[in-house]
């Protein structure tokens, strides 16, 4: 009897045991994926320890089925799961869940039936004589059955077998969109020669195998063909002469809507002495890993915003394949994902993958499996192309490393930016952060020889960073407009008017999506709050309803108020609906577009927003801070932030940080072409330090300001935090269980040099219909903070706990 560790996608502590029954054992690997009851549950984990014997105390119970055919988690990526799930104090099974695709095609479950000719055909061997007598009896089943029934460990090869000589079907479940063809392989073990010689004195023939043999994977019959030049009778000459595989497999979907057009051939690029200077110790670190001597690990690319830090990356992804090593590409957001794969896919060809959410089913299937049979080796994507199953990595890069979109708000709570480092440190990779305003822990990390830094400090081509324009809004002059209408300074209307005359493009900046926050009645000031959360529903006045966006329920615009019936409802704030409005009664003439979270889920999403925008066909670009970063659009002469103060209020540490971010990252979208660029900061605090450096250009000013604050109160980089958060249904219990694990944590030893802070409300006290309480841990000591936590709260609570280890956001 065997014993397998199996991880399961629910919040326990521990890995749970299951005995393997004879037929699934030679399947049965670290990695696949396996059926297990827990509790009355059938839940799919993963298989992560085969121990050696079961302690005699307990009862163990047998798995249901090995569902893969082999390991779908792969030997570094089980690493870097068990690394998270320690660190981020999360289950393993919930970290699993996060690296694997949602919706990954189980192999266990495909249905397997003979056709006619299999149930005619006597048996060859006794193996065939097991399949087919159980195929016989039962009609259709699912291969993990026929599995259990026979346990033979190698029926994959015999049911590929049957499947080629068209005795028996394997039924891959048929997926709604996908087309399908023939492919052809060279059989598992085949040696050359052997298989050269079997071919005959066909010239056509052995041109094929060779082909085969140098691909290292299999081709669609239609790429052979057109390879080799041979008609599909040579291959199906060499498939009935078993000397190759034949099967059928889903046609290769193209991406084109996941990127934008190539308009024209790139103009080659000369490197500035900065960026030769960037690509020679990145490359040279890149060769010293290669050759397995000790090199940089880490690099922080910092520079100025259109300094070309795109192009030394891309340089050093083409260096790591050169080395027959791979890449992953990590890009904070979606909307970033078309730009870099045009430059990506015009430099990599077939040897990208792209990997995202908002990608169809098909599509990410495809993708995944490429990359996992060694067809891809340079991945784009998000946060979770983080975990793609690549062989030999030699270079992993962050883009814009200071985003927080890199952090997961749903358990794990991991940041894909500190995992980008871990994978790179067990994987010998050069790990390389990019920025134009890196994280305060990064330049912490800096400063303390943990990274090393590398630095652009002059624009691509002939490019200047944009002239600074600051309004003060205060001063600005009373106007009849609207509740809630965002102030379009005269200054402000100026300068796009000369952007307009002169046939520049502008992009303007509300980091706010809709058309209000808030729908108000004049009459008895009801504010349509969500029942769920007790927060306003934003209005979308385009669909007519009103959103709220934390829980994402939805209701009806009502035509009169529904507490006191008056017909009073007046739209209270701006966004950018709103201010596309606003700009459309101001400048009649321009041709508009809207990028927000809305517009990615319309169909072409964010790629159709910013194609239309880089033809010049569009003249403004309204949006939400998708627009501030990573985009390059030379013929862009202003930008203008609409309200710059709306993160300062923000009751979070790392609020003054965001804005200062955003500001500069919007900033650097003008005058990336021949003609100078202009930013348009319109904000109630002109005298603040973050917007007084985005305005000027000074990074090392803000740095150092931020850096004194976060030291004067104890806060990151300066120490480590945690954030405990309890949720209950009733705000009573919420907050006695918090006050209960607040008074343990400050009993124990431990606790004595850590700063406690609650418990209290969380900012956004009701989400959801749960009562939030949070308590805030910091300390010098991660690993003080870790033991703590350990030592005090059990491994499972009767509560609901969440653990945020380093946050991000503490609303």
């Not at 393997?20 to 993963?46: N, T, Y």
């Not at 996941?258 to 490359?283: C, F, G, M, N």
């Not at 609570?797 to 969440?802: R, V």
């Amino acid at each position: 009897m065997s014993y397998v560790s199996v991880a399961v996608p629910l919040p326990l502590p521990d890995p749970l045991l299951y005995s393997v029954p004879e037929p699934f054992e030679s399947l049965a690997a670290i990695g696949s994926r396996v059926r297990v009851r827990v509790g009355k549950q059938r839940v799919i984990g993963v298989i992560v320890g085969k121990p050696a014997e079961a302690p005699a105390h307990i009862r163990v119970r047998d798995l249901d089925e090995v569902v893969d055919r082999e390991p779908v988690v792969t030997g570094d990526l089980l690493q870097l799961a068990r690394f998270a799930a320690d660190y981020y104090l999360a289950p393993l099974g919930e970290v699993l869940r996060s690296i694997l695709p949602a919706d990954l095609p189980p192999w266990g479950v495909r249905k397997v039936w003979l056709t006619d000719a299999g149930a005619l055909a006597p048996p060859r061997s006794e193996k065939e004589r097991q399949v087919v007598e159980f195929l016989r009896a039962k009609g259709r089943v699912k291969v993990a059955q026929l599995q259990r029934a026979t346990g033979l460990p190698d029926l994959a090869d015999l049911l590929d077998r049957l499947a080629e000589e068209g005795r028996a079907v394997v039924g891959e479940r048929r997926r709604r969109g996908a087309r399908y063809s023939n492919a052809v392989e060279l059989p598992p073990g085949a040696e050359l020669e052997e298989t050269m010689g079997k071919a005959g004195r066909s010239v056509k023939g052995r041109a094929v195998i060779e082909y085969l043999a140098a691909l290292g994977r299999p081709d669609s019959v239609a790429g052979v063909t057109a390879a080799v030049g041979c008609t599909p009778a040579v291959v199906r000459r060499l498939v009935k002469l078993e000397l190759l595989r034949s099967f059928t497999q889903i046609e290769r979907i193209g991406l084109d809507r996941h990127q934008l057009s190539p308009h024209s051939e790139a103009a080659k690029i000369v490197l500035r002495q900065d960026q030769r200077v960037a690509v020679d110790a990145i490359t040279g670190a890149l060769d010293q890993a290669a050759q397995g001597a000790a090199f940089p690990a880490g690099f922080l690319l910092a520079g100025i915003t259109g300094s070309g830090k795109t192009e030394v990356y891309l340089r050093a992804a083409a260096h790591a394949l050169a080395l027959g090593r791979s890449s992953i590409l990590l890009v904070p957001e979606i909307a970033l994902v078309p730009a870099l794969a045009q430059q990506a896919r015009r430099r990599f060809g077939d040897q990208l993958a792209i990997l995202h959410s908002a990608m169809s089913t098909n599509e990410r299937h495809q993708e995944w499996e490429r990359v996992r049979q060694g067809s891809a080796h340079v991945v784009l994507g998000p946060r979770s192309a983080l975990f793609a199953p690549l062989k030999e990595l030699g270079l992993l890069v962050v883009d814009e490393e200071q985003d927080s979109s890199y952090k997961q708000d749903i358990s794990p709570h991991y940041n894909g930016r500190d995992l980008a480092l871990v994978r790179g440190r067990d994987s010998r990779a050069v790990t390389l952060l990019i920025s134009a305003t890196p994280s305060l822990e990064t330049r912490h990390n800096v400063q303390r020889g943990r990274l090393t830094r590398l630095e652009l400090t002059q624009r691509a081509g002939q490019g200047k960073l944009p002239e600074g324009i600051l309004v003060d809004l205060r001063r600005e002059p009373k106007s009849s407009r609207r509740p809630g209408d965002i102030t379009f300074s005269q200054r402000l209307c100026s300068e796009v008017t000369l952007a307009l005359e002169a046939k520049d493009q502008i992009i303007l900046l509300r980091n706010r999506r809709g058309y209000s926050p808030i729908l108000l009645c004049r009459a008895c000031g009801e504010d349509q709050k969500c029942d769920a959360c007790g927060l306003p529903r934003t209005f979308h006045r385009r669909r007519k309803i009103l959103v709220c966006h934390y829980c994402g329920s939805t209701r009806p615009v009502p035509q009169t108020c529904h507490a006191c019936g008056e017909s009073a409802l007046e739209p209270i704030g701006a966004g950018t609906e709103r201010v596309e409005e606003q700009v459309r009664e101001l400048f009649p003439q321009a041709r508009l577009a809207v990028l927000d979270r809305d517009t990615v889920r319309r169909p072409g999403g964010a790629a159709a927003v910013l194609e239309r925008f880089g033809q010049g066909e569009v003249d403004i670009l309204i949006g939400t801070q998708m627009v501030s970063k990573g985009h390059h659009f030379p013929k862009v002469a202003l930008t203008a932030v609409l309200a710059a103060d709306t993160y300062l209020g923000f009751p979070d540490f790392r609020a003054v940080e965001k804005t200062y971010n955003l500001l500069t990252q919007l900033a650097g979208r003008a005058g990336r072409g021949k003609r100078p660029g202009k930013v348009v900061i319109q904000t109630y605090h002109p005298d603040h330090y973050a917007i007084q450096a985005a305005l000027n250009h000074d990074d090392s000013a803000f740095a150092q300001q931020e850096m004194r604050f976060r030291q004067a109160f104890h806060y990151p980089p300066y120490s480590r935090m945690v954030q405990l958060l309890v949720q209950d249904a009733k705000r009573d219990k919420a907050q006695q269980k918090m006050a209960q694990l607040a008074q343990q944590l400050q009993q124990h030893p431990l606790a004595r040099a850590l700063r406690i802070t609650g418990p209290a409300p969380a900012p956004l006290e009701k989400l959801r219909n749960r009562w939030r309480f949070q308590l805030l841990l910091r300390g010098t000591s991660g690993k003080n903070l870790h033991q703590l936590l350990r030592a005090v709260i059990p491994q499972k609570t009767s509560y609901d706990l969440t653990i945020d280890v380093d946050p991000y956001h503490l609303l």
